[in-house]
């Protein structure tokens, strides 16, 4: 029975509800997102997931912080310059780390990327880039690889959590394309995955056809699932 609703915001946000009716967001940008849903409207946010400091991945979390005050998780950099702008209910965290909020269980990946702000023009470390596997009441886990290219250490994800929904990017380009996350996808031996980071920007060549070719014939390959910007899917 689906436990979570999974909304893809476009790029790399995602808008998750569980059934208790709390919401993760997931890489909020909105605000000059080219592939932001029309019309659709954050109404709440229990927990903010970031993955690495990128204004396509980070745009919205100030005014979002603002309106619905939820726990930010993010790396430690990245939570003492959200403090200097004066936002609470922080949870710093770094790569290896586990913490529960509610019934939620976080922990943080490696991600291999870049991280910094643009803080008005002046451009500010943001610590490491990273990825998240999200443990549901439930008991399933799903796994965020934030912007990274495919590493072999995502083996370890598999053995150590097991997720059975993998979020990964294929646009190419700043991240990995169709063929390194079908090699992600061989590393992690997730049931189901949501292309992500794909779509926004010409420069993002991948496509969710070209994924599901190189996953072709693939042993236990993954359902792709490909979402439209603003479609819920049940999980």
């Known amino acids: 029975m689906p436990s979570a609703q999974i909304c893809w915001l476009g790029h790399a946000s995602l808008e998750v509800t569980l059934a208790s009716g709390v919401v993760i967001l997931i890489d909020p940008w909105f605000d000059g997102n080219p592939s932001y849903p029309a019309g659709h409207v954050i109404k709440r946010a229990d927990l903010v997931l970031i993955t690495h400091g990128h204004g396509d991945h980070f745009g919205n979390v100030l005014p979002l912080a603002r309106r619905?005050?939820?726990t930010i998780v993010?790396?430690?950099e990245i939570c003492e310059w959200l403090t200097s702008k004066g936002i609470a209910n922080l949870a710093p965290m770094n790569k290896g780390?586990?913490?529960k909020r509610g019934d939620v269980t976080i922990t943080m990946t490696q991600a291999q990327h870049s991280s910094s702000i643009d803080?008005?023009?002046q451009i500010v470390y943001a610590g490491e880039p990273a990825g998240y596997v999200v443990g549901l009441p439930d008991?399933?886990?799903f796994y965020h690889a934030g912007d990274t290219?495919?590493?072999s250490d995502m083996q370890l994800i598999r053995e150590l959590y097991r997720p059975e929904l993998?979020?990964?990017p294929i646009g190419d380009n700043?991240?990995?394309g169709p063929r390194e996350a079908a090699l992600a996808c061989r590393f992690l031996q997730p049931e189901k995955v949501i292309p992500i980071h794909w779509g926004t920007f010409p420069v993002l060549t991948g496509t969710p056809e070209q994924l599901k070719q190189e996953l072709a014939g693939q042993p236990q390959a993954p359902e792709v699932v490909t979402l439209k910007p603003g479609q819920a899917w049940q999980w």
């Open 68 to 70: 619905f005050q939820p």
């Open 74 to 76: 993010a790396t430690h």
């Open 97 to 99: 780390g586990t913490q």
């Open 119 to 121: 803080d008005g023009g």
């Open 139 to 141: 008991g399933r886990r």
């Open 149 to 151: 290219c495919v590493f």
């Open 166 to 168: 993998a979020m990964l």
């Open 174 to 176: 700043y991240t990995m």
